[in-house]
């Protein structure tokens, strides 16, 4: 595991105040976030200033990762083998916050995970405290087809559990998730009882895995719509045809291209998209494919085509 | 070996209550009750009291988001409806763009 320096992360030097480490995280979240950032590897550094930010600006933390940092920097623990030695966190006490959700942690790093996780609860085992343990969150990226027609897929969580000196370890456990069919981009699916373990004897939270859908090869998602290209000849456009389509549910369907279709027209099958209360529709998007004139009957035909149809002229509206 | 657990796609059949949206964002009902008078989850009937409510994943979705930005940079709940209807605009907007294989 790596030790990680949360100052650098926001830019900041160590004597950075409370206003200064706010300053500096909401600085860097503008410039990174995802839905903004012109930068490659936004989400990466979106995910590592929002961990920074919740360790410094909550003061028991990062008290005690300066604490820690400096009996590192003591030891002189080499880079990327770092064990948090036993107690490190005697005399602090973590909670949560009213504003504090539980709802990025499952993003964060094994580096945090292994301070903060377990000393926020055993800090909340000291206070005597009873509730239903914190609903966990995390992602899991599954393929189109199996988003259509469901399936069972498995995930690897790391749970954190204390060794016999009392340090924390982790755990690497396998859920089995069965996937419903029909399931939707941004649609959550909750694991009951998989969230972090409760607190004085209660239930423990819940799981939600948010559902993201693999790039297709062939299929792009929009809301509950597909849309795939479906390349035609010059012939098929102009003199129409039924041409076959693969759809995402497998198989294959005949579709009606009308006469004298142009590039770009959409046509629609209602009904194949992702399935839900109201399917998304499955549109095809219609995409002239030119055959290469590389033989002399190819190009012969091109001229005959040429001769045909003297009078068309596609630059019309350039008023040329 | 994998542990198999109680699976629930939270859809329109199984939706979330009010009580499990606000627990599953570390928050309490009353909270939830504060989306809802400034539009950032919906409910259909608005007279029905909050443990009537029930919620979709896309509200989960804009509870989550809105937390984060009460949260990380301070917003009240009205700006965060706007930022977040900003939001999905534009990711909206790039999933069109992309579907026309413009970028």
């Avoid at chain 1, 410039?31 to 950032?37: A, I």
């Avoid at chain 1, 509950?224 to 479906?230: A, Q």
């Avoid at chain 1, 770009?264 to 109201?278: D, E, I, N, T, Y």
Wanted: aromatic share 6%; hydrophobic share 40%.
């Amino acid at each position: 595991m790596e030790f990680k320096d949360y100052y650098s992360a926001l830019g900041i030097d160590r004597t950075a105040s409370d206003d200064e480490v706010r300053k500096a995280y909401r600085k860097l979240a503008r410039k990174y976030h995802p839905d903004v950032s012109k930068e490659p590897d936004a989400e990466k550094r979106m995910r590592d200033i929002n961990e920074a930010n919740d360790v410094l600006r909550d003061k028991e933390k990062r008290a005690a990762y300066d604490a820690l940092a400096d009996r590192v920097a003591r030891g002189g623990h080499p880079e990327g083998d770092f064990q948090p030695p036993p107690g490190w966190d005697a005399g602090f006490e973590f909670h949560r916050g009213p504003n504090q959700g539980p709802a990025d942690h499952a993003e964060f790093s094994e580096f945090f995970s292994s301070l903060f996780g377990e000393a926020e609860r055993r800090g909340a085992a000291r206070r005597n405290y009873r509730a239903r343990g914190e609903d966990h969150h995390a992602a899991i990226e599954i393929a189109l087809e199996d988003a259509l027609n469901g399936a069972e897929r498995e995930i690897t969580l790391r749970a954190q559990e204390l060794d016999a000196q009392g340090r924390p370890t982790f755990k690497t456990r396998t859920l089995s998730v069965k996937i419903p069919p029909g399931v939707h981009p941004g649609q959550f699916i909750r694991l009951a009882g998989q969230g972090m373990p409760g607190h004085g004897g209660e239930p423990a939270g819940d799981l939600y895995l948010e559902v993201r859908i693999a790039p297709h090869r062939l299929y792009r998602i929009e809301e509950r719509d597909l849309y795939m290209t479906l390349p035609v000849t010059p012939a098929e456009a102009a003199l129409g045809a039924q041409v076959k389509v693969p759809v995402p549910t497998g198989g294959v369907v005949e579709v009606t291209v009308p006469r004298n279709a142009r590039s770009g027209l959409k046509l629609r099958l209602k009904g194949r998209g992702l399935a839900g209360k109201q399917p998304g529709d499955l549109y095809l998007l219609l995409e002239i494919a030119l055959p290469p004139a590389d033989s002399e009957a190819a190009r012969k035909a091109y001229e005959q085509l040429a001769q045909a149809s003297a009078s068309f002229n596609p630059r019309h509206h350039l008023g040329v | 070996m994998a542990t198999v657990s109680v699976t629930t796609a939270i859809s329109a059949s199984q939706p979330l209550a009010a009580s499990e949206l606000a627990h599953a964002c570390g928050a309490d009902t009353e909270w939830v009750v504060q989306l809802v008078e400034v539009g950032i989850v919906q409910i259909t009937a608005a007279e029905a009291p909050p443990e009537h409510w029930r919620f979709s994943s896309t509200d989960l979705q804009y509870a989550l988001e809105a937390r984060r930005l009460e949260r990380d940079f301070g917003v009240g709940l009205d700006a965060a409806a706007l930022i977040l209807d900003l939001q999905h605009e534009v990711r909206r907007l790039k999933a069109v763009i992309r579907a026309h294989g413009l970028r």
